[in-house]
């Protein structure tokens, strides 16, 4: 039996999820979940494949500074270390920018390394963190396979029409471009409506709708436009995200509330979006409970955003065959997939308010000339499909 570790790394957070191999099949068996980094209440709680709770630790305890990413991994992997039947034989991370240069998941060596963290400054609240974990693996199992996977490399397909700002190409050349998110969990449902039924030369629009959101064109497989760019900042209304926003108002900000680049980062990617929007939440759930008229305004924003893309992405695609949902919201929310169809009524979808409500995987009534779909995203599995390839070639 082989094991891969696949690891994804935020800000104040670490999900770790250990999977088996068997037969180029692989499934998960162990899932952790490390919480509160730097705080004094900072925990690592691990679960098996059944989620049934296998060990809970506060990691204050066991560190000097305050815990950080280096203190959860090494407990996770020496408490994984004294698991009998575990091999690992390669560590997977989900890392948020592979730039202007990565299309696919590579080989972490020192070169690649390097370069990686050379990209921070196009994702400064995460590139980081994603990256955090590499070295304390390799200060602790140096000769172990590493394996970046990019959430941007999916969109790397996209014509430069859809990559390109409208400035000069001197900014273009040096990096300043529409990069595209959320990749690895387009590729995963491409992947899982492809073995689901035949896509090829398919006209499909992917809406992953969490706490981060955004959507996706695909034409044959691939992605040819998406509502995120330089940032996951732009498009939807997000959790706590602004999405589509005129630059003016940013130099504004600037010019006429004297507000510095850390005030402005702190407005438009914490304060923002559904919580801006409500002054209540970012949790969906507690908006669509909620009857505060300013909550029913966010809620109403993030659908009347999402139809608004829908039509730009559909217009880019020159049609649409199917319709995806995933991620938090969309796999979880038949009112907001209902409020998003009734919106988009122009493309005559037709839904089976049963079957959405039941949450099925196939949600469209029989006449409606576009499927409608709810599939759950695994962005875990799909680094670690990526990286026991690359194991099983290397
Ligand atoms: P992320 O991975 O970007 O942090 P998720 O994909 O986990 O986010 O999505 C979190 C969002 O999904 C939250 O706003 C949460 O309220 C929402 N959500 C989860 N279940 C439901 C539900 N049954 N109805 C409405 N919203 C839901």
Redesign the pocket.
């Known amino acids: 039996m082989e094991n891969f570790l696949i690891i994804n790394a935020g800000s104040s957070s670490v999900k770790l999820s250990v999977f088996n191999s068997s037969n180029k099949s692989l499934s998960r068996v162990i899932n952790a979940r490390a919480v509160r980094l730097f705080n004094d209440d900072a925990q690592i709680s691990i679960y098996d494949h059944n989620k049934k709770l296998l060990i809970e630790k506060n990691l204050a305890e066991l560190a000097v500074e305050p815990p950080n990413h280096k203190v959860a991994i090494e407990f996770f992997l020496g408490w994984l270390s004294q698991q009998a039947d575990i091999n690992l034989v390669a560590i997977g991370h989900r890392v948020v920018h592979g730039g202007p240069k990565y299309a696919k998941p590579v080989k972490i060596n020192e070169t690649v390394h390097g370069e990686l963290l050379s990209f921070q400054p196009l994702a400064p609240l995460h590139q980081q963190h994603n990256l955090a974990p590499v070295e304390t693996i390799k200060s602790i199992y140096p000769d172990l396979l590493q394996v970046a996977c990019f959430d941007t490399a999916f969109h790397q397909s996209m014509p430069v029409m859809a990559k390109r700002f409208a400035l000069p190409e001197k900014y273009y050349n040096e990096g300043v471009r529409r990069y595209g998110f959320h990749g690895l969990s387009y590729e995963y449902i491409v992947n899982s409506l492809d073995a689901y039924k035949d896509i090829k030369n398919k006209k499909i629009v992917i809406a992953h709708l969490?706490?981060?959101a955004s959507m996706c064109a695909v034409h044959d497989k691939k992605s040819v436009a998406t509502t995120m760019s330089f940032t996951p900042l732009d498009g939807l209304v997000m959790?706590t995200r602004c999405g589509d926003l005129d630059p003016g108002v940013v130099l504004h900000l600037m010019n006429h509330y004297s507000m510095s680049a850390k005030d402005i980062s702190a407005l438009l990617y914490k304060n923002s979006g559904l919580i801006g929007l409500s002054e209540e939440t970012?949790?969906?759930?507690?908006l669509?409970d909620s009857d505060q008229p300013s909550s029913q305004l966010a809620v109403d924003m993030f659908c009347y955003q999402v139809n608004r893309h829908l039509g730009a992405l559909v217009a880019q695609l020159g049609g649409i065959d199917q319709l995806v949902f995933t991620?938090?919201?969309g796999e979880?929310?038949p009112i907001?997939r209902e409020k998003i169809c009734r919106l988009a009524n122009w493309l005559n979808l037709s839904l089976d308010m049963q079957a959405n409500k039941d949450n099925r995987t196939m949600i469209n009534n029989q006449e409606s000339p576009v499927d409608i779909f709810v599939i759950p995203t695994n962005e875990a599995l799909m680094i670690a499909q990526h990286t026991m390839q690359i194991y099983e070639n290397s």
């Open positions: 969490g706490n981060g959790g970012n949790n969906m759930r507690k669509l991620a938090g919201i979880n929310s907001i």
